[in-house]
């Protein structure tokens, strides 16, 4: 018989809301209510954080490369990285909610860590790209200095990739010359995401939301990144040539950072890894003291060990065992596995199955 049609539309307390992956994927419910236009202020607040990526990513990308500013276009990267990192989700929401088949009995949950996987080796490979390309831009802008500022042997290294980075930039020194204009783009980045993250803080804490805390706090973040680039650029126009491509290496180095977090966490979800210990801990806390199952003392009941959880996107499996009195009758036994399974998927909404040892 089917324990799966429980409507779980009742809200679920605390215990996985400090937990990151999850948040994310609570961020992108309340996106997908706000797109489609039944989403309180958290949802609207969601959508109005994309759409401002969006502005930021296409506004900051052109005017990075127009004006030649490295610390910028990595800005701009990181921008696009946030809204690659949305789209996975947005992506592969339907697919991965599609009910198990005979050829995928768990569901397809997976889709959405692949997904986060596959968008995690580009956000790798680009900040291996922007970082490379400022990289190259730092060593020309450090040349002069190269020979009394580092170890012979390491000079010999960097000296001819210096001296062809700057012959590069000497052959046509104008049109690779930074406008100072970009500042005004990293300003008003910095604006945008400061707001974002104070109107965002602001619903958060009138709602009481972790996931729009854990949003806000990022929108911060990236106001930190505009700001290095911000810094960056004000510094090669006040006549430090390295600072712009050095701020460039340093947002690399973020969207590098960002890109290798969520390779680990997809290719972890890939890999089945459990739930933390901590979250095992909670949910086997639910069932102690297991609330009377039908015809059944909760007494009857003696421990709950074992327990296992896995998570497929956002569905949780869990398997334990349960410690019944030997003389316990089948039909008793099965109220007990019956009640267990309830009590878990009516308090965790993201628990889709299960499965009870008797033992
Ligand atoms: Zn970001
Ligand atoms: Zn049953
Ligand atoms: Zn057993």
Redesign the pocket.
Known sequence: HDHGDHDHDHAHAGMFHSHEHAGDREGMELLIKALQGKGGRGANVTLLGALSNVGLTIGKGAAGWALNSASLVADAGHSLGDLLGDFVVLATWTWSRKAPTADYPYGYGKYESLGTVLISILLVGGAYFLGQHSLILTMAALEPYMQAATAPAVADVLEPLAQSAKAVIEADPEALALDPNAAWFALISLGVKEWMYRLTKKVADEEKSTVLAANAYHHRFDAWTSGVALFAILGTWAGVPVADPLGGLLVSGAIGWQGCKWLIRGASDLMDAGVPAPDRDALARLLTPLPAALGTPTAELLRIRNVRAVKSGSQLFVDL?ADVPPGMTMREAHEVERCIRETLTHARKEVKEVRV???
């Open positions: 065992t040892h008797l033992h």
